[in-house]
């Protein structure tokens, strides 16, 4: 599984857009707010989803016109290796590939 998150701003808010699921999120503050809102929501729609017991993952992919920011965007790098941007409580959700870039 390949996860991308790209990150822009919107007027006073950071949103983070993952690309190959329509999911998203927004926060004030800095950039890794907006990183760990996404977060949240992510694990929570998978949490809810496993309740539910429907795939967390039917979801379409986002919109065109992100893919294209996301191509020319900034990739970024956190100090914190060791640990997935995308990670989910359970560990059900591991990705093989993950970037999150900004645009400006």
Known sequence: MELNLLIFKEGDWWVAQCLE???AAQATGTIRDV??????VFDGRIAACQ???IDPFGLP???EYFWK???TALKLEFEDK???IFHNALRKVRPSKQEIRLSA
């Open 35 to 40: 990183v760990r809102e996404f977060q949240q």
């Open 51 to 53: 309740e539910e017991r």
């Open 61 to 63: 992919k986002a919109p």
């Open 69 to 71: 920011l996301f191509k």
């Open 82 to 84: 060791s640990r997935p």
């Open 21 to 23: 699921y329509d999911i």
